[in-house]
């Protein structure tokens, strides 16, 4: 038993891709026999990703889900930032860019929606629970665009560590909620399309919950979401701590 | 060779996110601008100049087209470690600004997606690009 837990310790990341490969077919099946393909491999796949994710929570204290049990480490490295950014780099080799042009500008107009919208829906719900002043309000809206424009923008305007966690907190439901409700709500926001995806790329905001939901749903708009997606942190972290701030502060004194 | 084609896609990768950054400081952002995005445009006109080139074979877009591939089983890693405790124990109002955020986005979503014209144009669903021209 010692010597399997030492192979796999040293081995984290070739775990790691046997540990996703059976979690993937497992999901595929139960796709394919419990739910008879209504409901998509990839959906199941990433709500037991989730799943797991609390569980290795509560089991480690730690913050990074099941990755913090050191004998799956590896999924650490190949669900990290950089794997999945590379990953999404690479499914642009897809794109087809005459539908990508056409849907150019309505992506950076929903790229600004998708900023503003949220920020003001948090700001909004602070205040009625009693965080009425600029600074808090900010934080927790800036929170609601993406769980990293929220502590970047608390961090620029001196929010203190509770309201961040609150801004991160926030952005993280977010997150993974859109993973979660996305193919479920694909035929009511009409998710069909190139421009529909890059629509809701902009929109949804927060990479990891676009490109997880956009999985879910149709792994063939990925690329056209996450191309304007990953535009939403930049954008939110710039007008977060400026424009946002100051409008709020204006607003509430 | 296969690894031509990861180097590319590595190449636009790391220029991308170079890109990000200098634009970030740029414009006093402590963040990356859009460092992923502009890897993406990278990728796309480095597939469109060589392909018209006949620099593309297949054996190089595999290089690439792995990589996509596991694109899924990837965002299935990156799910299960989330920090999904501390966002239950963010409270209530975490959960209602999330839940408005997220309500209000999907209306917009649906409300500009009816709006826009109805694509009949279904050619984005097969084959991959290089039968682009």
């Given at each position: 038993m010692e010597m399997i837990e030492h192979a796999l310790r040293e081995n984290s990341l070739v775990m790691a891709f046997a540990f996703v490969g059976i979690i993937m077919w497992l999901s595929v099946h139960l796709s394919r026999y419990l739910t008879f393909g209504r409901v998509h491999g990839s959906a199941i796949a990433i709500v037991i990703g989730l799943i797991l994710a609390y569980w290795g929570g509560m089991e480690t204290?730690?913050?990074?889900g099941l990755a913090d049990l050191k004998i799956f480490s590896g999924i650490g490295l190949m669900g990290g930032a950089m794997m999945r950014d590379f990953a999404i780099v690479a499914t642009?080799?897809?794109?087809h860019v005459d539908e990508a042009k056409k849907a150019g500008l309505i992506g950076v107009l929903s790229l600004f929606l998708g900023t503003v919208i949220p920020f003001v829906v948090g700001a909004s719900v602070a205040w009625s629970m009693g965080y009425t002043d600029a600074v808090s309000m900010t934080t927790i809206g800036a929170g609601a665009v993406t769980y990293i424009v929220g502590p970047v923008t608390g961090a620029a305007i001196g929010a203190g560590s509770d309201l961040m966690a609150l801004s991160i907190a926030t952005g993280l439901i977010k997150a993974i909620m859109v993973m979660v409700f996305t193919p479920a709500l694909a035929r009511f926001m009409k998710l069909d399309s190139p421009r529909s995806a890059m629509v809701f790329g902009g929109l949804a905001g927060t990479v990891s919950g676009v490109s997880a939901g956009l999985a879910a749903t149709d792994r063939r708009l990925v690329p056209y979401g996450a191309l304007v997606a990953t535009f939403h942190t930049g954008l939110g972290c710039l007008m977060g701590p400026s424009v946002l701030f100051l409008a709020t502060k204006a607003l509430v004194g | 060779m296969i690894i031509y084609g990861t180097a590319i896609l590595a190449a636009c990768h790391l220029l991308g996110v170079y890109i990000g950054d200098v634009l970030g400081s740029l414009i006093g952002v402590k963040a990356n601008v859009g460092g992923v995005g502009i890897a993406m445009m990278l990728l796309i006109a480095a597939r469109v100049f060589l392909h018209k080139r006949g620099l593309m074979p297949e054996t190089t877009e595999l290089g690439v087209g792995f990589w996509a591939a596991l694109y899924i089983p990837v965002v299935v890693a990156m799910a299960s470690q989330q920090n999904v405790v501390a966002a239950l124990k963010g409270g209530p109002v975490a959960l209602l600004a999330a839940l408005g955020a997220v309500t209000l986005c999907a209306a917009v979503i649906a409300f500009i997606n009816r709006l826009g014209p109805k694509s009949q144009d279904s050619s984005w669903q097969i084959g991959t690009v290089a039968d682009e021209t």
């Open positions: 204290g730690g913050s990074k642009a080799f897809e794109v | -």
